[in-house]
């Protein structure tokens, strides 16, 4: 079920930038945690970046000091801004959110995902 809407996948070179956002239809400001996720055929979906409700960070090895996510509440959106940009990282992205409802259970949330492909 798509509950989260992915924008901003396309086309770029190798080491170029892009951004992509993914809007939520409740406030993120409640939610634990957003997160960006990214898979290929053939491999499992993998975590790219995490930003939890208090601000914490973590990142894949692979992309630290290249990507960045960042919220804007007023907006219910969170951002995943990628720069140099690698052919091997070409899949398709998705949005996540982690809610913790009132029997202390974790809700995940998904976007139906947005695709990147990084060729020249």
């Known amino acids: 079920q798509v509950q989260l809407v992915e924008s901003g996948g396309g086309l770029v070179q190798p080491g170029g930038s892009l951004r992509l956002s993914c809007a939520a239809p409740?406030?993120?400001?409640?939610?634990?945690?957003m997160a960006w996720y990214r898979q290929v055929p053939g491999n499992q979906r993998e975590l790219v970046a995490r930003?939890?409700?208090?601000?914490?960070?973590n990142y894949a090895a692979s992309v630290k000091g290249r990507f960045t996510i960042s919220r804007d509440n007023a907006k219910n959106t969170v951002y995943l801004q990628m720069t140099a940009l690698k052919p091997e990282e070409t899949a398709v992205y998705f949005c996540n959110a982690e809610v913790i409802d009132a029997a202390w259970r974790t809700i995940n949330y998904w976007g139906q995902g947005t695709q990147v492909t990084v060729s020249s």
């Open positions: 930003v939890t409700s208090g601000g914490t960070t």
């Open positions: 409740v406030s993120i400001s409640s939610t634990d945690a």
